[in-house]
């Protein structure tokens, strides 16, 4: 138990220094002592003329987009965590019930009818729910295997959307419409506004407090329906809170940033690698490893280049050979 403490501190303090210094990166050069002046005096509340300008750039320009990339990659990583133990499944995420590509039809939709940038984001929104309501309602009716069925039902759902996406991009006018949803697929934090985070953050923490809370019983619900209802879990309960939960997480990230993928997959391996099985350490270790992991990929996408690269673009190329490392290690461990 001590130390597991002493392992989530070390995480904590690895994301405050990640969360301090993404606002010290940008193309905007600032120098090391005016950015810590500059962060000092915000503190503080005693800012001077000399670092206002610094001000504006840190917490005006770069603020938004730090959070959002702190809070959507701790939420991600915590619906990916919620999903696997839910699921009994290491290989699922967090868009597994068609969250995300629901989201993306809602997004590419509203970009392919011109519509305002506020309206993509809540039909992107909309989406998301939309899709996981119909898995929900198609499970309902067909009264099969619930989680071998909500698995395939919502691998059938996002299939039918990410089609609609692609009829939208075939139907759109290639010199604007087709690359408005093309960009928006890849997934980026570079247009992330002030109004993005007052709409998305409170959403996400919202959907991340149940799987905070209500951890411990994921690890009764990733022994089996069974095993769990002997122990008294209201199984019913927890799978539509956990589902609840994550799809709140994932549409509204997605609805802001557009696809970013692995995060949810990747992350919770990492953390039951350091701690082991217990969700009630598993959750929140995943919280902190993903919202680390998306700021320095998010700090990566903006400095790699003279133009920004899409930060779906890194996490795929990232997650997926880690991932594939850690199925060449868990394949050696099981022999």
């Not at 099985?277 to 700021?295: E, T």
């Not at 903006?302 to 920004?308: A, F, N, P």
Request: hydrophobic share 55%; proline share 3%.
């Amino acid at each position: 138990m001590r130390k597991s403490r002493g392992l989530i501190i070390l995480l904590l303090a690895l994301f405050v220094s990640v969360f301090l210094f993404s606002f010290y990166l940008g193309k905007f050069p600032i120098s090391f002592d005016n950015f810590v002046h500059t962060l000092q005096e915000q503190l503080v509340g005693k800012l001077s003329a000399e670092h206002s300008q610094f001000a504006t750039i840190m917490f005006k320009i770069r603020f938004p987009r730090v959070v959002m990339a702190a809070v959507i990659g701790a939420g991600i990583a915590l619906a990916g965590a919620a999903y696997q133990a839910l699921f009994q499944n290491p290989m699922v995420s967090q868009d597994i019930l068609g969250a995300s590509q629901g989201a993306a039809f809602g997004a590419a939709l509203g970009l392919y009818l011109s519509q305002s940038y506020q309206v993509v984001v809540s039909w992107a929104f909309l989406g998301g729910l939309i899709a996981v309501g119909l898995v929900l309602f198609l499970a309902k009716i067909i009264k099969g295997e619930t989680i071998l069925y909500m698995i395939l039902i919502g691998m059938m759902v996002g299939s039918l959307f990410s089609s609609a996406v692609s009829f939208l991009k075939l139907i759109g006018d290639p010199m604007s419409t087709l690359p408005a949803i093309t960009y928006w697929l890849m997934g980026s934090l570079s247009g992330i506004k002030q109004q993005d985070v007052a709409f998305a953050v409170p959403l996400i923490v919202i959907g991340c407090l149940p799987i905070f809370f209500l951890r411990w019983r994921l690890n009764l619900m990733s022994l089996g329906t069974q095993e769990a209802e002997s122990l008294g879990v209201n199984t019913r309960n927890i799978r539509v809170i956990m589902v609840f939960a994550a799809t709140l997480i994932t549409a509204a990230a997605v609805s802001v940033t557009g696809m970013i993928g692995w995060v949810g997959l990747i992350i919770p391996h990492f953390a039951r690698l350091i701690v082991g099985n217990d969700y009630r350490k598993v959750v929140p270790v995943s919280a902190l490893l993903g919202a680390s992991f998306l700021l320095i990929v998010d700090d990566i996408a903006r400095m790699l280049t003279t133009s920004e690269i899409p930060i779906g673009i890194l996490t795929s190329f990232i997650g997926a050979p880690v991932f594939l490392l850690l199925l060449i290690r868990n394949a050696k461990m099981t022999r």
